[in-house]
């Protein structure tokens, strides 16, 4: 009984306003926190598309250089198909020099064959893969 008469005392209305205040203050706080929350989910959501549009932007790169690794690689074994056929012919050519040059009698200069014809796997710039593809990293 004692705190039904606190209640209805002069100082329970002053309790009940402090009371009424905090509930007040809470439910702006929580207003305040939420609106924090969804700004920072829409922060997130952003982040996730323009990552996604980057990330569309990379497998396109990808595919493009992988694309053009493969055109080069090809056009670098038809050179070195013709580099070899080449070679080949200059061989022919150079021991048709040497016949001739027996048979005549004439000195004739012939050229000695680079070592990077005789042996084109030495060349500089092997031929070197790619292991990445766009197909890698599935989303």
Same mark, same amino acid.
């Given at each position: 009984?004692?705190?039904?008469?606190?209640?209805?005392?002069?100082?329970?209305?002053?309790?009940?306003?402090?009371?009424?205040?905090?509930?007040?203050?809470?439910?702006?706080?929580?207003?305040?926190?939420?609106?924090?929350?969804?700004?920072?989910?829409?922060?997130?959501?952003?982040?996730?598309?323009?990552?996604?549009?980057?990330?569309?932007?990379?497998?396109?790169?990808?595919?493009?250089?992988?694309?053009?690794?493969?055109?080069? *690689?090809? $056009?670098?074994?038809? &050179?070195?198909?013709?580099?070899?056929?080449?070679? #080949? /012919? +200059?061989?022919?050519?150079?021991?048709?020099?040497?016949? *001739?040059? $027996?048979?005549?009698? &004439?000195?004739?200069?012939?050229?000695?064959?680079? #070592? /990077? +014809?005789?042996?084109?796997?030495?060349?500089?710039?092997?031929?070197?893969?790619?292991?990445?593809?766009?197909?890698?990293?599935?989303?």
């Amino acid at each position: 009984m004692a705190s039904k008469q606190q209640q209805n005392s002069p100082g329970s209305s002053k309790g009940d306003e402090r009371k009424r205040k905090r509930m007040l203050s809470n439910r702006e706080s929580a207003r305040r926190s939420r609106m924090r929350k969804q700004k920072h989910l829409d922060e997130l959501i952003g982040q996730v598309s323009q990552m996604q549009e980057e990330n569309k932007k990379l497998r396109t790169m990808i595919d493009n250089s992988a694309d053009m690794y493969i055109n080069f *690689a090809t $056009e670098n074994n038809v &050179l070195r198909a013709q580099l070899s056929k080449l070679t #080949d /012919s +200059l061989r022919c050519l150079n021991s048709i020099l040497e016949i *001739a040059s $027996e048979v005549s009698g &004439l000195d004739v200069d012939i050229p000695t064959i680079p #070592d /990077s +014809l005789l042996e084109p796997w030495q060349l500089p710039c092997p031929v070197q893969r790619i292991p990445a593809s766009g197909q890698m990293f599935p989303c």
